[in-house]
């Protein structure tokens, strides 16, 4: 499979814990973006990776979140002290440096804060 | 601000028949992409089309084509033939490319195709 590929695909956690998600890209790509999926909703931006280098985030990302990508090749997401408004898909894609930039998406991961 | 907005929630469309999604954008850049991204239930996100704002020539894959109007900001997509399996949250994203480029996101069209 040479797809993006996140794990878990499903994570039910209570209100207070810890949680982390991981995402590898399509091997070749340079670029990893996470984004954040409300029902009904469109995905918005999280934040953005080139290669190891963190260097977008948005307001959306709280001080309980930080996003890692070690060695410019998978990612991690954690969430810390999880609320129950962090319930949500989180995408993650990655795309090849270039004008003919196209995003790939992986199967996201479902979080339930209960 | 960049933004892209998508005016119908829902949508529609007897199978075989063609529907039309509407999208619209906001931006002050002059080289940019738009997409199309197609989103099944449960399914991951793929990508249905692509247009490079440079090019005056409309996108076209098989049964779905765009209507790109650049000074009106509109990027609409047509669906001809419409499938079954072309039911799907179908979304509107923009591609600047700055230093720190990103894809945004619509907030999404649902389409269902009643057979």
């Known amino acids: 499979d040479t797809g993006v590929s996140q794990n878990p695909r499903h994570k039910i956690t209570k209100r207070g814990q810890n949680v982390t998600f991981r995402c590898d890209p399509i091997s070749e790509h340079n670029r990893l973006y996470w984004y954040r999926q409300t029902l009904g909703q469109g995905p918005e931006f999280l934040t953005y990776f080139q290669n190891e280098a963190q260097l977008e985030k948005s307001r959306l990302l709280s001080d309980r979140f930080s996003a890692e990508r070690p060695k410019g090749s998978f990612s991690t997401l954690e969430i810390q002290r999880t609320e129950q408004g962090d319930s949500a898909m989180y995408l993650c894609?990655?795309?090849?440096?270039?004008?003919?930039?196209?995003?790939?998406f992986g199967q996201g991961t479902r979080l339930t804060v209960v | 601000a960049q933004t892209v907005t998508q005016s119908q929630p829902e949508m529609s469309v007897q199978e075989a028949e063609t529907v039309t999604l509407s999208c619209t954008y906001d931006t002050s850049e002059s080289d940019y992409y738009l997409f199309w991204y197609k989103q099944p239930p449960s399914r991951q996100m793929i990508l249905v089309i692509r247009?490079?704002?440079?090019?005056?020539q409309n996108a076209t894959e098989n049964r779905f084509s765009v209507n790109f109007q650049k000074a009106a900001k509109s990027f609409s997509l047509k669906i001809s033939d419409s499938q079954l399996g072309d039911a799907a949250m179908y979304f509107c994203a923009y591609y600047v490319k700055t230093s720190y480029d990103k894809v945004i996101f619509g907030p999404g069209t649902s389409l269902s195709v009643i057979p």
């Open positions: 247009q490079e704002a440079y090019k005056q």
């Open positions: 894609a990655s795309s090849l440096q270039g004008r003919n930039t196209e995003a790939f």
